[in-house]
T-cell receptor, first 107, second 118 residues
Framework: GEDVEQSLFLSVREGDSSVINCTYTDSSSTYLYWYKQEPGAGLQLLTYIFSNMDMKQDQRLTVLLNKKDKHLSLRIADTQTGDSAIYFCAEGSTLVFGKGTRLSVIA | GAVVSQHPSWVICKSGTSVKIECRSLDFQATTMFWYRQFPKQSLMLMATSNEGSKATYEQGVEKDKFLINHASLTLSTLTVTSAHPEDSSFYIC??????????????FGPGTRLTVL
């Protein structure tokens, strides 16, 4: 079945870049997504990428997609304390989520 | 932007009682709504997909008689946890897909409902 894997934790200093990685198994997914979840809250769509794209940039966010390796990454430039949250990678029209990466930003 | 609300945001109930959670799309019509369950420090697990006016489609392993889903209108879906037990304690999150737009199939998520069964 479909599976999405992420590393569970990432800690960075304020102002540095964060890179969160994800691998997935379903090569037929049309879109891949990054969601952000703050403590005790629902999910917020951060960005998405169409499967025929290699890269998408949206302000501080850069998504890289390597379809051959089924690898997706999210880079957050100039990471701020407000970026501390759990980041979920997801694929497919009925979303299959990874376990989430908890990003901690140290001031 | 599209807003999805859930009510209540948290609920504590006694074992054996039933609890209803509402999910509303506030500014759009949602032909499809999804119900997820999230355990502490875990991912979201899809429980069921609900289409307006028809029966919900449950994921494997989810008891349809225990988790009753009703999607009676284009703006409201409800999840009723029947005869709740402590193992049903979890964070329940709904999402909704706009009938018209979002070519990238975006789902808009509610803020979640934390259920604690004593």
């Amino acid at each position: 079945g479909e599976d999405v894997e992420q590393s569970l934790f990432l800690s960075v200093r304020e102002g540095d870049s964060s890179v969160i990685n994800c691998t997935y198994t379903d090569s037929s997914s049309t879109y891949l997504y990054w969601y952000k979840q703050e403590p005790g809250a629902g999910l917020q769509l951060l960005t998405y990428i169409f499967s025929n794209m290699d890269m998408k940039q949206d302000q501080r966010l850069t998504v890289l997609l390597n379809k051959k390796d089924k690898h997706l990454s999210l880079r957050i430039a100039d990471t701020q304390t407000g970026d501390s949250a759990i980041y979920f990678c997801a694929e497919g029209s009925t979303l299959v989520f990874g376990k989430g990466t908890r990003l901690s930003v140290i001031a | 932007g599209a807003v999805v609300s859930q009510h209540p945001s948290w609920v504590i109930c006694k074992s054996g009682t039933s609890v209803k959670i509402e999910c509303r799309s506030l500014d759009f019509q949602a032909t499809t709504m999804f119900w997820y369950r999230q355990f502490p420090k875990q991912s979201l697990m899809l429980m069921a997909t609900s289409n307006e006016g028809s029966k919900a489609t449950y994921e494997q392993g989810v008891e349809k008689d225990k988790f009753l889903i009703n999607h009676a209108s284009l703006t409201l879906s409800t999840l009723t946890v029947t005869s709740a037990h402590p193992e049903d304690s979890s964070f329940y999150i709904c999402s909704a897909r706009d009938r018209g737009l979002a070519p990238h199939n975006e789902q808009f998520f509610g803020p979640g409902t934390r259920l604690t069964v004593l």
